[in-house]
């Protein structure tokens, strides 16, 4: 039998927002009272962006866990905290931001 003597959690789930811009997309997840050392934001298979954090408040941990299909595969993804809102930053390949031009998006 296993016991988990831990607090006991609270699953959050985070207002999500996806900006579509001409250079990246931006996905802002609202995270009040999360710290940067609470987040842990990666690509764990081709394409599936996984956006996760736990942080103590008075008796209980509260986690979550986002995981986001993204519509290509981009390197340099940039994540950063600013007043409880995380930005994470997608750039555009060349490729979808050439097809988005000649779709006139």
Wanted: hydrophobic content about 35%.
């Amino acid at each position: 039998m296993e016991r988990d003597f831990g607090p006991p959690r609270q699953v959050f789930e985070p207002d999500c927002r996806w900006e579509d811009k001409e250079d990246a997309d931006i996905i802002k997840l609202r995270l009040p009272e999360f710290k940067r050392e609470h987040l842990k934001v990666e690509i764990v298979r081709d394409g599936l962006l996984k956006i996760s954090g736990a942080r103590l408040d008075l008796s209980r941990t509260i986690i979550f866990s986002k995981e986001i299909r993204l519509p290509s595969i981009s390197s340099g993804i940039n994540a950063r905290l600013v007043n409880g809102w995380l930005h994470v930053i997608i750039p555009k390949t060349r490729a979808s931001v050439q097809s988005n031009t000649k779709d006139g998006k």
